[in-house]
């Protein structure tokens, strides 16, 4: 486990509300960086927003407002946004801060130095959605395919950076680095796309056309490209080039992202870093699209997912365990509310809630209330056995990025639990007196394999696992780490057992409207 953990999202554009797609990328960092915490690393999780360039123009203008105003309004609706998902980044930036400005005009005037961007003409097709040029081979129909407009033939003097240089650097890279983007299905699509010569990129922007940019350091006519600006937001949170962050975190870095703008992270990126002389970030992490019923969300479809409708619906732990458990990270996925609900009866309320209340229940019951003496022969135990097996399933998953691969692995293991209570009968146990301390080791082990769950589900629903603690009287202060799944030094003998209300309540058809 490293030392130190750094963790990105993208920085969400600021012309739309957020959704269930900018939440989940933002769950994911946000269960990443808890469980990187829980390990005892020293962990930075940054999130923010993304905020000049033609789009946000576009939409203020649309709105009637000034770019500054638009953007201030919809970076509140995503800096409030996160609390409420519990997601616990440690810095929030906006491309519109002071430091993030200076960043990037000091970099620009580095790479500029150095001799890596020029002054030139360029006449391509532009696409406003992706604010970028678009090759011929990524236009299908005469469209962008990503965002279904036709792209604008734009001609004009700009500033260009010398991308072209680093094209068989990044194919080196990329080879001696299997796992710098990941899964391995992205890493060939970056592959594949710098087969064909790399053209250099155009960062700049004339004021004629656009003004909401970051001026140019060596030329005021012009603003800079919106990419060039956004990437540079992942080492403006570092201080950089100050201070001991970017020492202590650079380039131990993860960023996350969705297959969207795969090319901006595994193509531009790594090159202006390299242009730069950063060292490249440790791993782009890829995952796929939610669809909504199906389709692609849009609002013109009216099937936008709204991540605190069901957080208020369903509760925040049940959404999180939704989006976590259902995408297989880096394939896409569909959301519909009614395989969420199944999941939420099935998984949370039936196998993690019934083991949680029906094993509190007993405790108390044969118990008097307490937790017990331990009296258990921990190597005859087969749930402290399973126990073990799954803290190195979690692991293993975590390390390969498959979250998915992890809750299934704690849920077999809820399983092996739950067939424990039925096989070990406490209740046939307990009606004669002579079986006690048999029933008391069996009691005090499921208390441990509780104790285990909780552990094991804190990253992915930091309530639940709170409220499973509370109830077997773990005092919530106590620092617990994987390390901590089956130890006897967090059950305190003695302190009282206590039935909470239902974890999750299960969702009958009808309250479900
Ligand atoms: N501003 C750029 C990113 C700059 S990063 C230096 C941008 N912003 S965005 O608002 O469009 O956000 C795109 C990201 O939002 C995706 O990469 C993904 O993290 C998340 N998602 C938005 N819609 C999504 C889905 N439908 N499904 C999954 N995630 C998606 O691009």
Not at 91 to 107: A, G, M
Request: charged letters at 25%; hydrophobic letters at 35%; a neutral charge.
């Amino acid at each position: 486990m490293p030392k130190s953990f750094y963790i990105t999202t993208p920085i969400y554009y600021v012309n739309a509300s957020p959704h269930i797609g900018h939440a989940y990328t933002t769950i994911v960092a946000d269960v990443l960086a808890r469980y990187h915490r829980m390990y005892g690393a020293e962990t930075f999780f940054v999130t923010g927003t993304d905020e000049h360039g033609d789009k946000i123009a576009e939409a203020a203008q649309k709105a009637g407002v000034t770019p500054q105003e638009y953007a201030d309004k919809i970076s509140a609706q995503f800096r409030s946004l996160w609390p409420e998902l519990s997601i616990t980044n440690d810095y929030f930036i906006r491309t519109t801060d002071t430091n993030h400005i200076e960043t990037v005009r000091n970099i620009l005037q580095k790479v500029y130095d150095s001799g890596d961007i020029y002054f030139g003409s360029y006449g391509g097709n532009y696409c406003f959605g992706c604010e970028r040029f678009l090759t011929e081979k990524e236009i299908v129909d005469n469209k962008c395919p990503e965002h279904g407009r036709e792209p604008q033939y734009i001609e004009e003097k700009n500033y260009f950076f010398k991308m072209s240089k680093y094209q068989d650097w990044l194919i080196d890279y990329i080879k001696k680095h299997p796992d710098f983007i990941r899964p391995e299905r992205y890493k060939n699509e970056v592959l594949a796309f710098l087969r064909d010569p790399l053209d250099d990129l155009c960062i700049s922007r004339p004021k004629t056309r656009l003004q909401w940019g970051i001026t140019l350091p060596f030329d005021e006519n012009y603003v800079t490209y919106v990419w060039f600006d956004a990437l540079i937001n992942y080492i403006t949170a570092l201080n950089y080039p100050h201070g001991d962050k970017f020492k202590k975190f650079w380039p131990a870095a993860q960023h996350l992202i969705a297959k969207d703008i795969l090319k901006p992270h595994g193509i531009y990126w790594p090159t202006m870093l390299k242009a730069a002389g950063i060292e490249p970030y440790r791993h782009l992490n890829v995952h796929g699209y939610w669809n909504s019923d199906q389709s692609k969300m849009s609002k013109s479809l009216g099937n936008v997912v709204r991540p605190l409708d069901l957080k208020d619906k369903y509760g925040l732990d049940a959404f999180r365990y939704f989006l976590l458990r259902d995408m297989v990270f880096g394939l896409d996925s569909n959301f519909s509310e009614e395989a969420f609900v199944k999941r939420l009866n099935s998984d949370l309320a039936n196998d993690l809630g019934n083991l949680v209340s029906r094993t509190i229940t007993m405790t108390i019951k044969y118990c008097d209330g307490k937790v017990p003496q331990s009296n258990y022969k921990k190597k005859d135990s087969v749930l402290h056995k399973a126990a073990l097996k799954t803290v190195a399933e979690v692991e293993a998953s975590f390390n390969d990025m498959s979250l998915h691969k992890a809750l299934i692995a704690i849920w077999n293991f809820i399983n092996v639990t739950n067939k424990y209570i039925v096989e070990k009968e406490p209740w046939t146990l307990g009606k004669d007196p002579a079986n006690r301390e048999k029933l008391i080791a069996i009691m005090y082990d499921l208390l441990m394999a509780l104790q285990a769950i909780a552990i094991l589900i804190s990253p992915f629903m930091p309530q639940a696992a709170g409220k499973i603690l509370q109830q077997i009287g773990v005092d919530e202060s106590k620092k617990l780490t994987l390390a901590s799944v089956y130890k006897e030094n967090v059950l305190t003998a003695g302190n009282p057992l206590t039935r909470g209300e239902s974890l999750f309540p299960r969702i009958s058809r009808e309250n479900n409207s």
